[in-house]
């Protein structure tokens, strides 16, 4: 097996960045991931392409920005043909497989003109990011447009656990003092223990459906994207972990009275919307933050118990496993629930590397604060399995000079490496367009990041400026106050924005290479603008 290189991705839904103690979380320990960071190189400013769950991930598996790849919110399909990671290894003989979420919703429309059948290999392939669903589990049953009946239901059903939809009465609910079976789905319950054993609960599940994987791909390299529910809400975690933390592990919540004073209008429609009014209210964290870190808790022991498994296979020797979420949670931070927006809780994502070449040793164990995207992780597993680079299609850069120090020795590579990093939010679907009356093309956001400055360009109002240098928990927004240096630096923003928007991001057919063949020259035979024979030698 020590022959065949594979990489395995996980990725925790709506993991905060700041709830690891290998990112500093004060109560909260998770040993097993923290070994993992010890191992491989801690991203401490990594970026999401937009803080919610599909166009995140969108960007994630085929490593381009939003605005490139088109599904800009849950539930839009990615359009038939986009490519992604697992097209991209596909060349290279690499199986790709899903075991749990992606959020992916087919372009059916584009199949059925293309005359793409969904039950054809093909089909399949396009309907689920470029995955074979080894096992596809988006949670959120039966209502959902995912997958109304998933394997896990079926599973549940196997064990005892009867029900129309034992995902939402056994996995996601719990009994309270009085026998009454009450919903996770509200925040009240969250304290309750999930009415599971733990074993047969989602994380435990899925995490196990990806050593059935290993188990079966002993003669195969393999890329396995292993991208796990919780702690998504429902804010709901089976005994033991229910109750092993408590108010007295809640970390001070950040926001402030003055940010409600005059905030800027898309922030305060947000505010004003029901999620995050639940979420300002006093009490409310108190009982949904305890069941969020039992969630968090459970992932880390059972991916001790993944590990070990590894270990014991000799699969830490060639198989690179990539840590990371699809964005944060507010839980009240900034008078928010959720994400959404682009505070640090919502947009910022723990992210860890580990790449088991000797070239890598060098940099085991060490923190980067140099700004990453998460488009990076597509690009970064390509270039381990030896890919080709494509640049012309994914604008994502690899993150392995990083990680193996060759950045180190090339002078000025690490200065140059990128100076800001780019996110956008479309929300045209979302009750803050209607409360502000703004028309559906308009309703989109974008944030640039660098070094110290968060600018956020917002349509038809002004923008939003945060210095997080010196306002390092974004309290003060400075978009609408005028000095010499915020208009200097407002106008940087600006300029960054039209250079970023103005790029060539849908070229994707003619490789850069290709392209500076022509050599400025016509295709051979093509005389265009000679006068006679002479003209032409």
Known sequence: MTNRKNVL???????????????????????NIDWLASQGVLFNRAYVQSPICGPSRMSSYTGRYVRSHGSTWNGFPLRVGEPTIGSHLRRYGIRSVLVGKT??????????RLGIGLDTD???????????????????HPDGPYDPNPRYNEYLRG??????????????????ENGVLRSGWYLKYSNLPANIPEHLSETPYMIGRAMDFMEESRDESWFCHLSLIKPHWPYIVPAPYHDMYGPEHIQDVVRSEEEKLDPHPVYKAFMESRICQTFARPGV?????????????????????????????NLFENTMIVFSSDHGDYLGDHWMGDKD???????????????PSQSADRTRGTVCDKLVESIDIAPTILDYFGGDGVP???????????????????????????QYAFSEYDYSTREA????????????????????WKYIYAEGFRPILYDMKNDPHEFIDLGGINTQELDLVRQRFKDALISWATKHHNRITMAKEKIDAFGGKEPPGVLIGYWDETDSG
């Open 9 to 31: 991705w996980i990725m925790a839904d709506q993991l905060r960045w700041d709830y690891l103690s290998c990112y500093g979380h004060k109560y909260l320990k998770t040993p």
């Open 103 to 112: 959020h992916m919703v087919a372009d059916t429309d584009g199949m059925e």
């Open 122 to 140: 093909l089909g399949i392939l396009e309907s689920e990011c470029g995955f074979e669903p080894f096992e596809r589990d988006d949670g959120l």
């Open 159 to 176: 064990q005892g656990l009867k029900a129309d939809n034992p995902w939402e009465d056994f996995a996601n609910s719990g009994y309270d």
């Open 285 to 313: 964290r108190e009982v949904v933050i305890p069941a969020y870190m039992g969630l968090i808790k459970q992932i880390d022991d059972h991916l001790g118990q993944l590990f070990k498994y590894m270990k014991d296979r």
């Open 341 to 355: 927006l682009f505070h640090e809780q919502s947009v910022r994502i723990p992210l860890i590397v580990f790449d």
């Open 392 to 418: 012309h299609i994914m604008e994502g850069r690899s993150l392995s000079g990083i990680i193996r120090g060759a950045l180190e020795e090339k002078e000025g590579a690490l200065d140059e490496w990128r």
């Open 433 to 452: 367009r209607f409360a502000l009356g703004v028309q559906q093309e308009d309703a989109r956001l974008i944030m640039i990041a660098d070094d110290r």
